[in-house]
């Protein structure tokens, strides 16, 4: 599904080069449940931005489904990216001015989905995600478990094959990050790929494969 | 979609209600003084604009060269009408006019005072004044006809039927109702109550009579229609040297003719160029609405971006759940647009409010009508351009933030957007600095006018026009108002102290240039003038009883005496040629220059000098402390009586003196709420950056604190940056203001220099303003707790 070969990213400051990411090479097959690893700093969330096509590499070259992001035009990358891939946060990132059922909703709309359609959909993830009650409710008047129930949802609404979670426990208490995991385990079973950047070794357990970075490094695999 | 957008919209303004209230209401009001001013330049540029044949018509008008001044004046000869009708056929029709008098009407017991043109026949033909009864082809052809509008007729006949009905004109002609006309439409350079032909009143004036065939008097108006396909500047050209081909004499100058479409907008001329005129005033305006309503826009633009990085995440979370950056720009080009219609809906309302407080700045005509349906199309389109003009900067500079960066946290602070929004401020106060600067020259001039030395003492004088039964009886009338004891002096004069109709060319005096046409202010008039107007003599006496031969004496004024340039005036002689022969005319004093015209004009040379049969005017001037309602009491009842054709009319003269600083004080007191608009706008927007500001900085204030800094330092650390961009607006302001009023003050020939005092208070109110609107933000700030602030971090 995912292939990187040669990844490298790099800022430029001053005459020097910092190198966030060197050399990166990876494979990601369909189905699998990865967790990259690593210290602060190691590159692991410029390794998923990348993965999310929010971030260009300097050099080297990533096949999505065998197409190559990066040669392909913007337009089509975005296509790609939102017909596929689904983004859960750390901080959640809800809006603010939308309820819990809006929040859901927003996605379908750029998907340009009937109203009709769009009610089925919603309604369907707002009771497996067992929030239904919630759904008029805004952002603040949630924990931030439910938040990032209604986050995982958000992601997983249009389908997407792939869902990249940046530390999506990372603001949580031990409790409702593990029903998280098991939620992604779940959705994992059903067949959805899913790459996480985590800190905590617990919930790399969770995953079929670690990546550890070290310095913008691979360290095993 | 569209929904959504509208659903964070509104509930993104319900949030923030301070920059919402903010954002509204300087869109409001810079919108609703923008529809306002657009209502206007419409009124102004419609017109004359219902004549259907207008733009075949034309006033026939003429160049001078007197005094080495190039001139051009509106009065013609009466020969111009009969040469033009009968020698040029692409004319299809033409018509005299007077220039519009009051005249005493009488219907049975009832007095009416009417304004009313004598025209010829061909006058209802060329314009479209329509006629409810009556037939355009003979309404005026009986020369004691009379032709009333609907409302003239309405209050002097009530409800009876007007037309065949007697009406008497200044106690003197019965006239025959043949016609009655819809009522002249306010955007009509003409305006008249009534019509009656210009044939009746040359038989019934014996001046008239004798000015068939000369060509030097000019008196009245001639208009002209061309046939259809002909050329109006053919004509004109045709008919530029006719009264040198008349008269042999090159010296009577040039005739032209003045297309309709230009008598309204375009009637200044300056060296015989047509320069503009009110239009200038229309361009002026308008500018300044538009750039109050940019104003306005700027605000919104500046606190939309400052506020971005409130923003920003919603930015990069819609990007990151699948958001194009066209979806987003649209989104925020709907909240604009949703703003702006808030704001629109609020400034009709405002509009209606503010419409009958501007009924004295030349809004009395113009309303905002809801059942025209192109008007309120046109105003819905000012406020979809508003919406996208405020709304594009912020739209495209929310919408460029990469989804990375803002997830991350990583926005950079402000600094980012705060250029453009800096040069925005300075734009936005660089305007309402050159607007202040403009208003207080405009107020500084007017009141340099107003104060200016009139030469005579304009308080307690009450003009009484001149009637036929006036001037028959003045001597008895006079001395019946002087048995009042309340009244000091009565003259009378060829015309009242505020105005002078006639100026002549035909004074010669010892050494005077042959060849230059030099034209004087004339005003004839009997003993007592300089007494009831109470003129400052710098030389000699008035006229006095008591010497016998004052009936051939003149006064002039220190214009005419620079122009002569006697060593010692008094009792020299000049001469004025009248016809066949040659009057003699002494002159005993030289007055002040009396400023009796324009008061933002040079006075004229004047030459007043003693007739008898002097009949513009009668003018009286009351006792000091005297009742004046008493006096007025006795004054109407002894008019009255040797009056019995008109109501008791009169004018205060002082007060007439006013009236001729109404355009200015119109000018002044728009500029004035122009640019209290325009300042209180850009405060707002002040406002709302420095609350933005304020709460950007918090953590700093708050680090500040802790390290000891006081109360002061940080306000000013607070306020310097503001301060700075005011002060650089004011650097730009002034040159600006400074070329531009200087082209305004040029129009005057009697005008203030601009001193520096101006731009500098300007300056000085502007940094003031700012400081106020600044510092309650800084303060606050800096006042509060730095524990609380920076917990929040």
């Known amino acids: 599904m995912i292939q990187l070969k040669n990844i490298f990213r790099w800022y430029n400051s001053g005459a020097n080069r910092n190198f966030v990411l060197r050399d990166i090479s990876l494979d990601i097959k369909e189905g699998e449940f990865v967790s990259i690893m690593g210290p602060s700093g190691s590159g692991k969330s410029t390794l998923l931005h990348l993965l999310g096509m929010m971030d260009e590499p300097n ?28 983004f859960v946060f750390q901080a959640y990132h809800l809006i603010d001015e939308l309820t819990v ?25 707002l009771d497996r995600f067992n929030i239904v009650g919630k759904k008029d409710l805004f952002p603040n008047q949630l924990s931030g478990g439910q938040q990032q129930l209604v986050g995982i949802a958000r992601a997983i609404i249009t389908n997407p094959k792939l869902i990249l979670a940046d530390e999506p426990t990372g603001n949580l208490n031990s409790k409702q990050g593990e029903e998280i995991m098991e939620l992604f385990k779940t959705l994992n079973a059903e067949g959805v790929t899913i790459i996480q950047v985590t800190h905590s070794e617990k919930n790399a357990e969770y995953g079929s494969r670690i990546i550890n970075l070290l310095d913008g490094r691979i360290e095993k695999v | 979609m569209l929904s959504n957008y509208l659903k964070i919209a509104l509930r993104t303004l319900l949030r923030n209600k301070v920059y919402s209230f903010i954002n509204i209401a300087g869109l409001a009001v810079g919108m609703a003084f923008a529809i306002l001013i657009g209502l206007w330049v419409r009124y102004e540029l419609s017109y004359d604009s219902f004549h259907k044949n207008g733009d075949r018509i034309a006033m026939i008008r003429k160049h001078n060269l007197f005094n080495h001044e190039k001139t051009t004046k509106i009065a013609v000869s009466l020969p111009v009408y ?25 219907v049975g017991e009832s007095k009416f005072s009417k304004q009313g043109h004598f025209v010829d026949p061909d006058f209802l033909k060329m314009f479209d004044y329509p006629l409810i009864q009556g037939s355009i082809e003979t309404v005026l052809k009986n020369p004691r006809s009379i032709v009333l509008t609907e409302s003239a007729a309405k209050a002097m006949f009530k409800n009876a039927d007007p037309i065949g009905k007697i009406v008497r004109v200044d106690n003197q002609h019965d006239m025959l109702v043949t016609g009655i006309l819809k009522d002249i439409p306010k955007n009509s350079s003409l305006d008249f109550e009534f019509l009656m032909p210009f044939e009746f009143s040359i038989q019934s004036n014996e001046f008239y009579k004798s000015q068939r065939t000369n060509w030097r008097n000019n008196f009245l108006m001639v208009m002209v229609e061309v046939r ?22 090159k010296k009577l100058g040039t005739l032209f003719a003045f297309p309709l479409n230009k008598w309204h907008l375009h009637n200044d001329f300056k060296d015989w160029i047509n320069v503009g005129g009110r239009i200038d005033d229309v361009r002026l305006f308008g500018l300044i609405g538009l750039f109050v309503l940019f104003i306005a826009c700027i605000n919104f633009m500046n606190l939309s971006t400052a506020r971005s990085e409130k923003r920003a995440r919603e930015v990069g979370v819609r990007k990151a759940i699948g958001s194009q950056r066209k979806q987003l720009i649209w989104q925020f080009l709907c909240e604009s647009l949703l703003v702006t219609f808030i704001a629109f809906i609020m400034s009709l309302v405002l509009i209606q409010l503010v419409l009958p407080l501007l009924k004295d700045f030349g809004f009395q005509h113009i309303s905002f009508d809801f059942d025209n349906f192109p008007l309120i199309l046109a105003a819905l389109g000012v406020c979809i351009i508003t919406g996208f003009l405020a709304g594009s900067y912020p739209a495209f500079y929310l919408s460029s933030y990469s989804v990375v960066n803002v997830l991350k946290g990583a926005l950079t602070q402000g600094n980012k957007g705060s250029s453009p929004r800096k040069i925005l401020v300075v734009t936005q106060f660089t305007f309402s600095i050159a607007l202040i600067i403009g208003t207080i020259i ?13 030469g005579y003492d304009p308080n307690n004088i009450i003009s009484l026009g001149m009637t036929s039964d006036l001037l028959k009886n003045y001597q008895t009338l006079r001395q019946d108002l002087l048995n009042t004891n309340m009244v000091e002096a009565v003259c009378k004069s060829s015309s009242p102290p505020t105005a002078i109709w006639n100026q002549w060319d035909s004074f010669s005096w010892p050494g005077k240039d042959p060849n230059v046409v030099q034209i004087f202010s004339v005003i004839q008039t009997d003993f007592d003038y300089q007494k009831t107007l109470g003129m400052k003599m710098k030389a000699g006496r008035g006229f006095s009883r008591e010497f016998a031969t004052d009936s051939s004496a003149a006064i002039i004024n220190e214009a005419t005496l620079k122009i002569i340039g006697f060593k010692n005036p008094i009792g020299e002689t000049i001469v004025l040629s009248d016809g066949d022969q040659d009057k ?38 009351l006792k000091e402390n005297v009742d004046v309602r008493k006096a007025l009491k006795s004054i109407k009842t002894i008019t009255n009586k040797y009056n019995p054709a008109y109501n008791f009319e009169y004018n205060f003269v002082d007060e007439e003196f006013g009236k001729k600083f109404k355009a200015e004080d119109q000018i002044g007191a728009l500029a004035g709420i122009f640019s209290g608009l325009a300042i209180f706008i850009s405060c707002l927007g002040l406002f709302g950056l420095a609350a933005y500001m304020a709460e950007q900085r918090t953590k700093e204030i708050g680090i500040r604190k802790v390290l000891g800094a006081s109360i002061l330092s940080l306000w000013t650390l607070l306020s310097k940056d503001f301060i700075k961009l005011v002060l650089l607006s004011c650097l730009i302001a002034t040159p600006l203001a400074y070329w531009f009023m200087d082209s305004w003050l040029q129009k005057y020939s009697y005008h203030i220099e601009m001193g520096w005092w101006i731009f500098i208070l300007a300056s000085f109110s502007a940094v003031f303003i700012t400081l106020v609107t600044v510092s309650y933000q800084a303060i606050s700030a800096a006042m509060a707790n730095p524990v609380k602030s920076l917990r929040t971090e």
């Open chain 1, 59 to 86: 050099e080297g070259e990533y096949l999505f489904l065998d197409q190559s992001v990066l040669k392909i035009k913007e337009k089509q990358r975005s296509e790609l990216y939102k017909k596929h891939i689904g």
């Open chain 2, 82 to 106: 009969d040469e033009i009708k009968t020698n040029y056929p692409e004319i299809k029709h033409v018509t005299r006019a007077d220039w519009g008098n009051f005249h005493g009407l009488k």
């Open chain 2, 228 to 249: 259809e396909g002909a050329s109006m500047e053919a004509f004109s050209a045709k008919i530029t040297n006719l009264i040198k081909i008349k008269t042999q004499n």
């Open chain 2, 584 to 621: 003699k005319l002494r002159i005993i004093g030289v007055s002040e220059n009396v400023v009796s015209q324009n008061p933002f004009s040079v006075v004229e040379p004047s030459i007043t000098f003693f007739s008898a049969d002097a009949s513009g005017d009668i003018s009286l001037r």
């Open chain 1, 101 to 125: 059922y809006e929040n859901i909703e927003t996605p379908l709309l750029y998907h340009g989905i009937s109203s009709s359609e769009r009610k089925s959909m919603v309604a369907d993830i």
């Open chain 2, 442 to 454: 405009i107020f500084k001039q007017i009141q340099y006018a107003k104060n200016r030395p009139l």
